[in-house]
């Protein structure tokens, strides 16, 4: 005999059709892609990124329709059930011949899906190119449909939080026609499961839409990007500029050498301005990156179990990492005779050496560098500034000094408040090679960009190298074009990109 079971079928029915009321598909995600906005790297891994978080959440919410309608077959089949042992009931209770003994069971509940559990797949991450310089930042960030796309996916991504809520509403519905309608052991279980699935598309929607924030975000984001770099054509128009005043400057005898001072400085502005835009762009798009959608319950489960979502994640783990770079001058030098040459070929090791120690902070590219040689020990109060704006501190202590026949190896370690991270370090190593001077640094980050271990890492690291070889580069050509000077020679204009 079945104890404490009380079952109205008509409203099991309508709990079963009221749960399933708002279930969709395809639903307002179905292949929702995102295109890069523009060819460069940043915006090529956002793209990837958020079509991804976008395919797992479409295919979570396939699966959880899917999952919910299996729901509402098996109370149907329930109520079904429950009226047919009634029917019986019923005949036995108006047959002649005594009743045989009921065998009826109390029907399991809610909660055999129809769908394996299997994690969607994203979409493919789609290439893109890591510039270099202020110039191809510019041809990379202008190159592009721009950020309709994630404008559109931004829209979808709402109207699909907004169906998944209503999903929920329907299903705290159908909860509360079930509570009348069903009252035993198994109703509890349907229960119990329903409210789980009933939590799951609330937190998916909010998932959903936080998504669609963050696809407006990165549209606003790379929008002001583009608005503050400047175009190609203002490099190009520069560069022609500095061409013909380099000419007409030979032909008068150096007339024309405060002109070409002007457009130099011209030509480092822009520059910087490029440098300064990517790097935030850089920044921003990192600061982007959400939780994952969670997995729908897929059976009934005891309310402590796995299925519940857990609280987030905490801080991803640190990874450091390291960059190599190395450098050649871009200077040319142009002897007294007219000739251009390398401006490296007349510039030995030796003189390396005797130009670092005559001014260090003259060569250094880096802010709150001393005018005398460092020490080890010494404590360098170092900075990054662009365009006279302020980046990052970057204080340091000295830990190596080091001449030999071959190498001149200097080594700093960063102290607390440096953007790198506590045990970070940067070594630059001065040879000679095919005698032309030859600068290395190696540079490990501990904490500073791309230390995370999440999707962003890769690019970050990217662009903190990009952006190390554009501010170190300075370093090797003011050595050079020191030397050459105190040679005699005319040292040909190369951009000046961060420091004093």
Not at 33 to 53: F, K, Y
Not at 131 to 144: E, N
Not at 209 to 228: H, K, L, N, P, W
Not at 394 to 399: A, F, I, N, R, S
Request: glycine residues 8%.
């Amino acid at each position: 005999m079945l104890v404490g079971l009380y079952v109205e079928g008509d409203e099991l029915h309508g709990a079963a059709a009221t749960i399933t009321r708002s279930v969709s598909t395809p639903h307002a995600l179905s292949g929702v892609t995102v295109a890069a906005a523009a060819a460069d790297q940043v915006s090529a891994t956002v793209a990837g990124v958020v079509s991804t978080r976008l395919a797992v959440i479409s295919g979570y919410s396939t699966q959880a329709a899917s999952i919910t309608a299996a729901a509402a077959v098996r109370l149907h089949a329930n109520a079904s059930t429950y009226r047919d042992q009634e029917e019986l009931n019923a005949a036995a209770l108006g047959s002649t011949s005594a009743p045989a003994p009921s065998t009826t069971t109390a029907p399991a509940g809610v909660g055999l899906s129809l769908v394996a559990a299997v994690a969607p797949t994203g979409a493919a991450m789609p290439a893109g190119v890591t510039p270099t310089d202020g110039k191809s930042i510019a041809a990379l960030i202008h190159c592009g449909p721009g950020p309709a796309s994630l404008l559109a996916a931004a829209d979808a991504a709402r109207a699909h939080a907004a169906e998944l809520r209503n999903v929920g509403n329907d299903i705290r519905s159908g909860r509360s026609q079930l509570a009348r309608s069903w009252q035993s052991p198994a109703a509890q279980n349907a229960q119990t499961w329903l409210a789980m699935l009933e939590r799951w598309y609330v937190d998916h929607a909010a998932c959903a839409a936080a998504t669609g924030r963050i696809c407006a975000q990165q549209a606003e984001v790379f929008t002001s990007t583009r608005a503050a770099t400047p175009h190609l054509e203002e490099f190009a128009e520069l560069e022609r500029r500095l061409i013909a005043a380099r000419q007409a400057n030979t032909a008068s005898g150096g007339r024309y050498a405060s002109v070409i001072t002007a457009l130099q400085t011209q030509l480092a502005a822009l520059q910087s301005r490029a440098v300064t835009a990517y790097a935030d762009y850089t920044t921003r798009a990192a600061d982007l990156v959400a939780d994952t959608a969670a997995a729908p319950p897929q059976t009934v489960q005891a309310l402590d179990n796995s299925t519940i979502k857990e609280a987030p994640p905490g801080p991803l783990p640190k990874a450091p990492w390291e960059y190599n770079n190395g450098y050649t001058t871009t200077v040319h030098a142009r002897g007294p005779d007219g000739t251009v040459v390398d401006g490296g070929s007349l510039v030995s090791l030796d003189d390396v050496w005797k130009e670092l120690h005559r001014c260090f902070n003259c060569n250094f590219p880096i802010g709150g560098a001393p005018q005398a040689f460092p020490a080890v020990g010494d404590q360098l109060p170092l900075e990054m500034k662009v365009a006279g704006a302020q980046l990052a501190n970057l204080p340091v202590q000295v830990t190596q000094i080091q001449r030999t026949a071959d190498a001149i190896d200097i080594e700093f370690a960063t102290l607390p408040g440096h953007e790198d991270g506590p045990g970070s370090t940067i070594h630059f190593r001065w040879t000679e090679q095919a005698g032309t001077p030859h600068l290395d640094i190696r540079g490990y980050i501990t904490e500073g960009p791309g230390s995370d271990d999440g999707p962003f890492a890769a690019p970050e690291r990217l662009g903190y190298t990009a952006l190390a070889k554009m501010v170190w580069q300075p370093y090797i050509d003011n050595v050079v074009t020191h030397v050459v000077q105190a040679k005699g020679y005319e040292a040909l204009p190369r951009y000046v990109v961060g420091g004093h």
